[in-house]
């Protein structure tokens, strides 16, 4: 056999084990995503159901109470008919009292 011979068949096994090699490792990956996608839609339906149990009594809110939607907890300073109006980290900023998910009384 001739050293290009050779050199031919060393190439296509290459070839063949990295083909082999990207096919196992897509698949592996795809299970990963899989995995992470079934545990972010079980820990979705998990925070669904904490929020559904909250605690929202949007008709009594006053100013000085603190309203939680989803980006964390906000003092409120003004409410109106549709939105309240709560003290943000870059300012006042308004609500919809739709997206509004627990409410607090201030503390007497």
Not at 11 to 26: G, H, I, L, W
Not at 78 to 106: C, H, Y
Request: charged letters at 25%; aromatic letters at 4%.
């Amino acid at each position: 056999m001739s050293a290009y011979a050779t050199r031919k068949r060393g190439a296509k096994q290459a070839t063949a084990a990295a083909t082999r090699y990207d096919r196992e490792a897509a698949a592996h990956l795809a299970a990963l995503r899989d995995a992470r996608a079934a545990a972010g839609a079980a820990a979705d339906a998990q925070r669904a159901a904490s929020d559904a149990a909250a605690h929202c009594d949007i008709a009594s809110i006053e100013p000085g109470d603190t309203v939680r939607d989803r980006y964390g907890w906000n003092l409120v300073t003004r409410v109106n008919v549709t939105t309240v109006t709560v003290r943000g980290p870059f300012g006042a900023e308004r609500i919809p009292l739709e997206r509004i998910i627990e409410t607090r009384k201030a503390a007497a």
